[in-house]
């Protein structure tokens, strides 16, 4: 397995891997990405991210049935594995950590 410090979009798949659970394939994802994020977010990038998630094995695949209303084109659906959820929780834990680091003051002036 490859590293698994991950960057804020390969945090950002892999958050919305792990909430659409059975339902996580790229154009699903992107189009959750998008309505929760507000960005433009492109397909091309997102398998590339999962691509790259996957070799990581930080995401693992498969392949679906083969749908008419594709064409019988089959969908990759996609699953978080164990070190992905690792890398998740390890990431959350270092944000949380540095927000608890801010003085309430700062806040304030806000």
């Given at each position: 397995?490859?590293?698994?410090?991950?960057?804020?979009?390969?945090?950002?798949?892999?958050l919305?891997v792990?909430?659409l659970?059975?339902?996580?394939?790229?154009?699903?994802?992107?189009?959750?990405?998008?309505?929760?994020?507000?960005?433009?977010?492109?397909?091309?990038?997102?398998?590339?991210?999962?691509?790259?998630?996957?070799?990581?094995?930080?995401?693992?695949?498969?392949?679906?049935?083969?749908?008419?209303?594709?064409?019988?084109?089959?969908?990759?659906?996609?699953?978080?594995?164990?070190?992905g959820?690792?890398?998740?929780?390890?990431?959350?834990?270092?944000?949380?950590?540095?927000?608890?680091?801010?003085?309430?003051?700062?806040?304030?002036k806000?």
């Amino acid at each position: 397995m490859k590293g698994t410090n991950i960057g804020e979009f390969e945090e950002l798949v892999l958050l919305t891997v792990a909430a659409l659970m059975k339902e996580a394939y790229s154009v699903a994802i992107c189009d959750e990405l998008s309505n929760h994020t507000g960005r433009s977010v492109k397909l091309g990038v997102v398998h590339a991210v999962l691509n790259r998630l996957e070799e990581k094995g930080l995401v693992k695949s498969h392949l679906g049935e083969a749908t008419k209303a594709r064409g019988g084109k089959r969908k990759r659906y996609y699953q978080l594995t164990v070190p992905g959820k690792a890398a998740l929780v390890r990431a959350k834990s270092m944000r949380d950590q540095l927000w608890d680091r801010i003085p309430s003051l700062v806040w304030k002036k806000l």
